[in-house]
């Protein structure tokens, strides 16, 4: 659907603190082999592939838990004692197999930061917390509907962030 884009599209004109981290495709020969993790320092790791062993295992992938404990979940917390808008790209089977990742994920709603995520659409008891958390605003992307996904979610941003300092 393009979320990712979406998140690096909505992230590129808003000049906020911010951590966490992002998610991309790794692919050869147009086939997906697995995920990389890239914190918004740069930090990047390999997150889950066909050939890891697991477990844990989602689907096709195993996981690396260590990238995501020491990249994903340790940006989140850093993101969170700092006071950042919080990004997390996303929020699915393979996070959630984590509970570090869970912990700094509850962390972050209980302290009230901004936070800005992409989270999995099917049950789950985690995403299903987040989906019905008080003050969350769902945008449910499609191919169609990208461009008013985009321009609703720069409205909401720019409100939720209206408090933060500017980055320099």
């Known amino acids: 659907m393009g979320k990712t884009t979406l998140l690096r599209r909505l992230l590129a004109d808003l000049p906020v603190p911010r951590g966490g981290f992002l998610t991309a495709e790794i692919r050869e020969g147009g086939e997906r082999l697995g995920f ?12 889950a592939h066909r050939r890891f062993p697991g477990p844990p295992r ?6 690396d838990l260590a990238v995501l404990d020491g990249l994903g979940a340790a940006a989140l917390e850093a993101a969170v004692a700092a006071g950042s808008l919080t990004i997390i790209d996303e929020i699915g089977k393979m996070e959630c197999a984590s509970p ?8 972050a709603l209980s302290a009230g930061v901004p936070l800005l995520a992409t989270v999995m659409l099917r049950p789950h008891p985690v995403a299903d917390r987040l989906k019905a958390h008080p003050l969350a605003r769902c945008l449910t992307m ?18 939720l962030t209206g408090d933060l300092p500017l980055s320099s």
Do not use: I, S, W
């Not at 570090?100 to 962390?107: D, I, K, T």
């Open 142 to 159: 499609t191919r169609t509907n990208r461009e008013a996904c985009f321009a609703e979610a720069t409205t909401l941003l720019r409100r």
């Open 100 to 107: 570090r990742f869970v912990a700094a994920l509850e962390a």
């Open 58 to 63: 989602v689907g096709a992938y195993g996981v």
């Open 36 to 47: 990389t993790l890239e914190t918004l320092d740069g930090r990047k790791g390999v997150l």
